[in-house]
């Protein structure tokens, strides 16, 4: 559920589990606000589309989101403050892997023993998501060699791999086609159902919107103008 209201507010039994919460947020770089008085609540397991023209808000958003900014007014709750278990992932729009290295190289970035039994099982899980997006046969190309649609399927590949509870990712089908791009979103739509990924996704793109269930964050100039269900786009 996605409210305007504090979780205190909130009606249902589930209000004290949300990941995520923002409280009459501001953002501001100087002069500049970026978000005025945001109030959002997100609970697990929603997949959230943040929407809004050029320079509404939406990366100081995630920003805040990940842990990335701080707030110059107002609160924000972040997972890892409500249980150490959780685990943000950010695929930020400049994706920042390492240029020089592999693509294989740069999804090994995500391995923590804590999460995989075995480096075997970390290597089985990365083979099987870059053959579903079509990365397997550009392991071992360097980044540099890769076009952007391969490099933004490889960050969201090391971004999965590290088992976050949430994953947020700025546009990240940019340089996708609309194949790639389904594709892409049939795999995070299948670790929303199966393992309850929470997704938060800064997009333009309304087709995309349309072909997945979800909810829409809307800003405008800053502001939340709009939350709720996505059928209203
Ligand atoms: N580091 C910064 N310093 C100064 N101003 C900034 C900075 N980052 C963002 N802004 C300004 O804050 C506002 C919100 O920017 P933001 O990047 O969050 O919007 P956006 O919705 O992600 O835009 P886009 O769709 O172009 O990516 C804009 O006016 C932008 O120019
Ligand atoms: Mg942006």
Redesign the pocket.
Same mark, same amino acid.
């Given at each position: 559920m996605l409210t305007g209201r504090t979780p205190q507010q909130s009606g249902g039994s589930n209000h004290q589990n949300y990941l995520f919460h923002l409280d009459n947020l501001t953002v501001e770089? !100087?002069s500049?606000r970026?978000l005025k008085s945001v109030q959002l609540t997100i609970y697990p397991g929603e997949i959230l589309f943040l929407t809004?023209p050029?320079?509404? !808000?939406?990366?100081?958003l995630l920003n805040v989101l990940g842990g990335h900014l701080a707030p110059t007014s107002g609160k924000a709750i972040l997972p890892h403050e409500r249980s150490s278990k959780h685990f943000v992932s950010s695929v930020f729009q400049d994706l920042r892997l390492m240029q020089k290295k592999s693509c294989e190289d740069n999804m090994w970035m995500a391995y923590d023993s804590s999460l995989y039994d075995s480096k075997n099982d970390f290597f089985r899980e990365m083979e099987d998501l870059s053959r579903l997006l079509g990365v397997y046969d550009h392991l071992n190309q360097k980044i540099e060699d890769c076009n952007g649609g391969l490099k933004q399927k490889v960050a969201m590949i090391r971004a999965l791999l590290s088992k976050p509870t949430a994953l947020l990712a700025d546009?990240p089908t940019s340089s996708l086609d609309k194949e790639s791009s389904y594709r892409l979103f049939e795999v995070l739509n299948h670790f929303n159902h199966k393992k309850g990924l929470t997704l938060i996704w800064?997009t333009h793109n309304k087709e995309l919107i349309k072909q997945f269930p979800g909810k829409i964050a809307h800003?405008d100039q800053?502001r939340l103008v709009y939350s709720g269900h996505a059928c209203f786009i």
């Open positions: 770089y !100087g500049i970026a809004g050029s320079g509404a !808000g939406k990366t100081s546009e800064a800003l800053g």
